[in-house]
């Protein structure tokens, strides 16, 4: 066999099967290895949108928990404040009826004080008639005196 023959039957297959490979066997291997890299990217993509979705949701959970630890610390203070004015009030209203309690036994003490008055004069008035009857010896009429009487009560 010829050197030269082989060397150019075998530069006409290779040729052949490298033109075959370049339309039949390489764009599918190609097509499939540019998917599989666009696959790589947008996972890679994906990543790094959902990192930087993490991060954001990160920020609004500090921001919510904050929020959250204002509004919690706004309510305690606004019922420390409705507690103050609750016991305020009640101390108002506990002043207010010691007040009326005291106005009332006031009245009351000045009403018997009145009432002990008028019996303390009318005793003494019974007993000035008294007085009256045993110096004169004689019996004085309370009815027939009762100008006279009254106006003696009036003068203790």
Do not use: C, Y
């Amino acid at each position: 066999m010829n050197l030269n023959a082989t060397l150019f039957a075998q530069f006409v297959v290779f040729f052949i099967l490298a033109g075959f490979t370049m339309k039949f066997v390489w764009p599918p291997l190609m097509k499939a290895l540019d998917e599989r890299a666009q696959r790589i990217a947008s996972g890679l993509a994906a990543a790094d949108r959902g990192k930087t979705e993490l991060e954001v949701a990160l920020k609004r959970v500090d921001a919510e928990l904050a929020t959250a630890r204002d509004e919690g610390q706004k309510r305690i203070v606004d019922a420390e404040k409705r507690a103050a004015m609750i016991i305020d009030e009640a101390k108002k209203t506990a002043a207010d009826e010691a007040a009326r309690i005291l106005a009332n036994a006031k009245a009351e003490a000045e009403s018997q004080v009145s009432r002990a008055r008028d019996e303390l004069r009318a005793q003494v008035a019974g007993l000035a008639v008294k007085g009256a009857e045993q110096i004169l010896k004689r019996e004085v009429n309370a009815s027939a005196h009762a100008d006279m009487l009254s106006q003696l009560s009036t003068e203790l």
